[in-house]
DNA sequence: TACCGTAGCGCAATCGATTGCGCGATGGGA
DNA sequence: TCCCATCGCGCAATCGATTGCGCTACGGTA
């Protein structure tokens, strides 16, 4: 039942040798005579003998273990960006707790906590509400912090997508087919960043000649719910938009569905474009056109920046991830 | 940098007590003066104390944290039991550390090595190519484990599916449809426990009249490209088959592409089916007729029956989730 | 006055590792 | 023969909590 786990002190009696020895036996930190060295470890083989690692990271502050702050890893995007993360980080035998917030403030204030009192080695967190001093405590702690978010607090590392060039390409695409007023499912009102992504599109559709007026932008969650009722409301005003850009293509494919059931055509009647390019994405008909975020890469690059800074990287680094313009079936 | 972090003493020092009494007015399990109870508050919150969980830990010997062990977290799939386990761990304050082994029976055991190495209090697993005896390290540190698995080492607790009845009318759907030559993309050979969906509708193949043999099972790894190769296969065979069920949906998609490049018609041509209900099988075009199980029930349930384990429950639980036929247009 | 139960608190051992420091043995050079 | 550098090893402190045990003070009862 509750066994009692064989600890350092049971190898060295069972080897003949001191509890020091045993431990640099094991970590290879200094030089041990032939003849110990293998009495040693003949005992732990025998023994089943495990490092207990949390008697470890007790002592050397080190608990190999970093946390990845997401609103919902059921959500395709975190969970891709998850398993970059984590292929990351397994190399240098990191593990990786997953936290999920629901886009709840207090839930990211609290896994935040939990971090510091854990000591945990780092965090990558998507945060959706927290202000740069909400950060002061784990950075007190001496806490390695990698934001993956369009856009974060100037002095932590931040991976990003550009999509600068991406959403002109779509634009001009829009335009060309002749488009004049564009409609936006923007993400949800009062985040402290502001909203990165809607600002690009209003900017390019001002170089474009478009017309995206604050009428036919809908605010609301990332998800396909609110997708639908954002389209909902969109089609339902006096002028409604022949073109919706989406913050992802989740909220995209909430649309998508409800545009269908509205009988609309797509792309004749309405043109829909979404953002992050999921796997949904090439699987639902019409196939959706969608700016391309390598999430699986953004997470990588994450565990990489953290893998520096735990390595004890000094200045602040920022990598912006080249989005592409994907064109199927809904432009 | 790396801040000197506020200890028990140092708060014990700051309320003029020890670290006895802090440590009472912390977990409340011993009454304390009010006086010394708010000149302890006091210091804890102005000196900014966050118990280290680590020494606590090393202590208790317990780390409110478990372990996920599964193939792939970017599988939606997976992803949604993971979801499921979260919510069910997070109201009793559980950190959940997620595995990928990716299929490999090497990851599955280093991560099994892991758990027990670093003391976790329990572990949730979708073992691929684990035998009974590989876990005896893991329960000879008393360490709880919960299967999800169609079926799993008959000791430990098992959450599956209970797929008889949905697999028999599948086929009786199909049989009643006019189909006669049964395929089926099945699971990886020589898994130890055998194919239990393969079983099934072998079973059910018989009871209904279908033809289900030996030539027309392709065994491969439970992806999309694996079901689009396995289609292929199965479709250049002399005699190929009128009707395939699929070992999940994601094997389940693949096919229906590569059938889609093949020109054929579904489902007049062929009828498919899947396993799993995933979000996408509602999305693609023909809409996947499958099998629905609730794998963020799994994942939640898979909580419940390792919290009571930990809370020390004895006997043996095992759980089957019922799942249910859900026809759409591949049938 | 003497005795005893109880409430409040602290000492010190303990969990299982890591590591600075120092000691003894060995051997090469003068 | 003597000295000192080098190698191998162990003692004991330390990381930051938890908790069994025992001590003091106080108040009620006989």
């Known amino acids: 039942m509750d066994q ?15 509890v020091t020895t045993v431990s640099y036996v094991l ?23 495990r490092l207990n690692t949390v008697a470890q990271s007790l002592r050397t502050k080190r608990s190999r273990t970093v946390a990845l702050i997401v609103p919902d890893i059921a959500n395709p995007f975190y969970a891709q960006l998850a398993r970059g993360l984590q292929d990351a980080m397994r ?32 965090v990558v967190i998507t945060p959706q509400w927290l202000a740069p001093e909400d950060f002061d405590a784990v950075r007190a702690a001496g806490i390695p912090v990698v934001v993956s978010s369009d856009t974060g607090p100037g002095s932590l590392d931040l ?14 695409h829009l335009a060309r ?8 499912l923007a993400g949800p ?21 478009l017309d995206l007026p604050a009428g036919l932008i809908v605010r609301g969650k ?40 509205l009988g609309l055509a797509i792309p004749s009647d309405l043109a829909l474009i979404g953002h992050d390019d999921i796997e949904i994405a090439s699987l639902v008909r019409p196939r959706l056109s969608t700016i391309r975020y390598p999430a ?4 990588s690059t994450c565990g990489r920046l953290l893998l520096e800074r735990i390595a004890g990287r000094a200045g602040r680094s920022e990598v912006a991830l080249r989005t592409r313009l994907v064109l199927r079936e809904t432009t």
């Open 4 to 18: 009692q786990s064989v600890t350092m002190s049971d190898v060295a009696r069972a080897a003949g040798v001191s």
């Open 27 to 49: 970590s290879g930190k200094r030089a041990v005579a032939p003849d110990k060295r293998e009495a040693v470890q003949k005992a732990v083989a025998e023994l089943g003998f």
């Open 91 to 122: 190399p240098e035998r990191y593990h990786v707790v997953v936290c999920n917030t629901n886009a709840d403030r207090a839930e990211e204030l609290l896994y935040l906590d939990d971090v510091v009192r854990r000591r945990l080695d780092g």
């Open 159 to 172: 991976v990003r997508a550009d999509s600068h060039e991406a959403v002109d390409q779509a634009v001009a």
């Open 177 to 184: 087919q002749g488009h004049e007023r564009l409609g936006m």
């Open 189 to 209: 009102a009062g985040a402290p960043a502001g909203d990165p992504r809607l600002e690009l599109y209003r900017a390019a559709a001002g170089r474009h000649g």
């Open 222 to 261: 990332h998800t396909r719910e609110a997708g639908a009722e954002g389209l909902r409301r969109l089609m339902s005003r006096k002028k409604p938009p022949t073109a919706i850009a989406c913050v992802n293509d989740r909220t995209a494919v909430g649309a998508l569905e409800a545009a269908e059931q």
């Open 296 to 299: 699986y890469e953004a997470g």
